[in-house]
């Protein structure tokens, strides 16, 4: 992961999200979850950080990703199946 890029690696999730305000407020909700609420790893990311999700191998049977949006579709970003 390159050094410019904000990629915050916990337990159950990891947030590759470069905006400060949504990140620590995405992490503030996490955090708040009982470890039970999780099922598996999840990867929350922002459009920008697509393909540093994807050079970052993740188990991609194993690991459900989340594209945060603003309301776009990003049909485009389908090397991955994950949640919008």
Same mark, same amino acid.
């Given at each position: 992961?390159?050094?410019? #890029?904000?990629?915050?690696?916990?337990?159950? =999730?990891?947030?590759?999200?470069?905006?400060?305000?949504?990140?620590? *407020? +995405?992490? +503030?909700? @996490?955090?708040? @979850?009982?470890? *039970?609420?999780?099922?598996? #790893?999840?990867?929350?990311?922002?459009?920008?950080? =697509?393909?540093?999700? @994807?050079?970052?191998? =993740?188990?991609?049977?194993?690991?459900?990703?989340? +594209?945060?949006?603003? *309301?776009?579709?990003?049909?485009?970003?389908?090397?991955?199946?994950?949640?919008?």
């Amino acid at each position: 992961m390159n050094n410019d #890029k904000q990629g915050h690696f916990f337990n159950h =999730y990891d947030l590759w999200i470069n905006n400060n305000l949504l990140r620590q *407020g +995405l992490q +503030l909700v @996490l955090d708040s @979850l009982s470890p *039970g609420c999780f099922h598996g #790893k999840y990867v929350f990311f922002t459009s920008d950080n =697509y393909y540093a999700v @994807l050079n970052h191998h =993740y188990d991609r049977k194993r690991v459900r990703f989340v +594209l945060l949006t603003d *309301g776009n579709d990003l049909n485009f970003l389908s090397e991955i199946p994950m949640y919008r």
